[in-house]
């Protein structure tokens, strides 16, 4: 088999600005660990507008790739890798699984080194560590299979390992973006008797409606609090989820829930910003947590989750808004930004 020498790709060149699109060239060989997927499909993710946006301060890898869910399949594999090989179907995912963690790859353009991390989506063949692959069947959908590698897993891992929902407990989900409407779906399934999305948009509240949400707020439109307030008249929900990184959303949510409710921080409040609390209730059972990716083990939550929506029947297309060519990426990236897609865009090679 003839290897692809360069592939095309979208390189954050500088902060702030729009992606390039480019033809790249791949590394002349696969060290340990690594393997050449060739991409089908990528999402993406708000973590790369915060990458974009330099949230958390100055990019010192500059220039370098972008994406951490996609799926593809496998083109070759480097020394010691165990668990994929050519031909596999994969998942490609940031949280790290089992196998090698290899040596990020670099690629270079013209004279200019490109920088990589253990996976990059934004481009259509891609180096990735071994243990950024989860292999699944081969007659998977790979178009909604790329939603496993963050939206999917870190939403039900949320839900799953985080929250300790228990049946009949309310939830409170603020933002309902691609991870938040999967948070929302998980709360249906685990048997949340209230589950309240808000968010600045109709049609993601909409969205968020088909995933499970019994009660809709838009907070450009009405207070969210006042609202909030008159729905838990006795006391406030069990459970609130903030995946904005607002630090007054945060710290408004905290006080809201019921005296032994569970905050959840999904967002991530920009580089500086803090938040205050009142911690006596902490003393008393109220809790407040982050969480890393929902906390999920790829290799094991990924076939897991795959097997619940093929048991229960449930259509993963209505999370996907907008699919389009890596030439589009600039185009779906603001349209994620300005909330003309309600759920995740995705990239098709």
């Known amino acids: 088999m003839n290897l692809p020498k360069t592939t095309k790709a979208a390189v954050l060149v500088a902060q702030k600005q729009a992606l390039e699109i480019v033809e790249i060239q791949l590394p002349n060989q ?21 990458e974009i946006d330099g949230v958390k301060g100055p990019d010192a890898w500059l220039p370098h790739l972008l994406g951490h869910e996609g799926s593809g399949k496998v083109l070759a594999i480097g020394p010691g890798v165990r668990y994929v090989a ?19 790859a670099k690629y270079h353009w013209g004279n ?27 007659s998977a959908d790979l178009k909604t299979a790329a939603l496993y590698g963050c939206a999917i897993t870190t939403g039900f891992g949320v839900i799953d390992n985080r929250t300790k929902l228990r049946l009949g407990e309310t939830v409170v989900v603020f933002g309902s973006g691609g991870i938040g409407l999967n948070i929302v779906q998980a709360a249906h399934l685990a048997g949340a008797s209230q589950i309240i999305a808000i968010d600045r948009f109709d049609h993601r509240l909409e969205l968020s409606k088909a995933c499970g949400a019994t009660v809709v707020i838009n907070s450009t439109m009405q207070n969210p609090w006042e609202k909030l307030q008159a729905i838990f ?15 007054e959303i ?10 032994k409710g569970r905050v959840i921080l999904v967002g991530v409040p920009a580089k500086g910003q803090k938040t205050s609390l009142y911690t006596l209730p902490l003393h008393f059972g109220k809790t ?3 969480t890393h990716g929902g906390e999920t083990l790829p290799q094991a939550d990924i076939p897991r989750y795959m097997n619940l929506f093929h048991a229960r029947h449930i259509d993963l297309n209505i999370l996907i808004s907008e699919i389009q060519g890596l030439d589009q990426i600039n185009l779906m990236i603001s349209n994620m930004r300005d909330g003309t897609s309600a759920g995740r865009c995705l990239i098709q090679f």
């Open 250 to 259: 945060i710290a408004k949510g905290y006080e809201l829930l019921s005296p």
């Open 86 to 104: 050519p031909g596999d179907a994969v998942v490609l995912h940031w949280k790290p699984s089992q196998g090698i963690e290899a040596a990020p």
């Open 233 to 247: 008249t006795k006391q406030g929900p069990d459970v609130f989820i903030d995946n904005t990184g607002n630090p």
């Open 112 to 138: 200019q080194v490109v920088n990589a991390g253990w996976v990059t989506t934004f481009n259509h063949h891609a180096v990735i560590s071994e243990n950024r692959l989860t292999k699944i069947d081969a």
């Open 30 to 50: 696969l060290e340990i660990g690594q393997v050449l997927v060739e991409l089908a499909y990528s999402g993406i993710c708000g973590s790369q507008l915060g």
């Open 288 to 290: 407040i947590i982050g």
